[in-house]
């Protein structure tokens, strides 16, 4: 079965330090998501994407965060200047229908 | 706005026994989902239904919707340690991204 692919799976980074985190969506899928979960706490949305831009972002993706889709497989997400309360698991999401969304496993972010 | 608010937050129970958590909502919506977190993993897809069904069933899972309440249920029959997890309901303003309530935390116990 296809499934969302993201890399790496843990990140460990610098305060003040830029991180990018990786997704590969399932191929025939057109919208992307990416969520975060601060632990033991609610799956937070960030932003959307769909034919190749944003589509909706919260007020958790401000300046410091953009996503791109650099070509036709992989969606990611950089954190330019990144701060300890940006420590969460960040999820990747994509689906064909904006319907049903598929998940990858997540890619903890710790910020020292 | 905040969408998708479960109750309770944390349920205990037997193998065997159903398991009902209880999702609110506050605006209007297409569709609302659950969705299913074991610790440490990303969410998986359990079931939609869309604002015009009242009740949908798939294997174990039975989920129910009340527009006229805002609020949705979902029951899990003869559960098994398996299903420890966290369950999540999600909805969609018209039009925009899903949006997560905080979750159940449901443990069954062998």
């Known amino acids: 079965e296809p499934e969302v692919t993201q890399t790496p799976s843990h990140q460990v980074t610098q305060m003040g330090q830029e991180v990018i985190l990786r997704c590969v969506p399932i191929s025939n899928h057109l919208y992307f998501y990416w969520y975060r979960q601060i632990l033991g706490q609610k799956v937070e949305f960030l932003v959307s994407?769909?034919?190749?831009?944003?589509?909706?972002k919260s007020e958790i993706f401000d300046d410091q965060f953009s996503v791109e889709r650099p070509d036709g497989s992989n969606f990611t997400l950089k954190i330019r200047s990144t701060k300890l309360e940006d420590s969460a698991m960040y999820f990747c999401a994509s689906t064909g229908a904006q319907e049903k969304l598929f998940f990858g496993s997540g890619t903890q972010l710790s910020v020292l | 706005s905040q969408q998708g608010e479960e109750d309770p937050q944390a349920l205990s129970i037997q193998e065997g026994e159903n398991a009902t958590m209880n999702c609110s909502y506050k605006t209007s919506i297409n569709n609302l989902q659950w969705y299913r977190q074991n610790s440490g993993r990303g969410l998986v897809h359990l079931i939609l239904i869309r604002s015009n069904e009242r009740e949908k069933h798939s294997g174990r899972l039975r989920v129910t919707l009340d527009t006229s309440k805002k609020s949705s249920s979902l029951l899990i029959t003869a559960s098994r340690a398996a299903d420890t997890a966290s369950y999540f309901c999600a909805t969609d303003e018209a039009g925009t991204a899903l949006i997560f309530g905080k979750g159940t935390t449901l443990s069954v116990s062998s």
């Open positions: 994407f769909y034919n190749n831009e944003i589509s909706e």
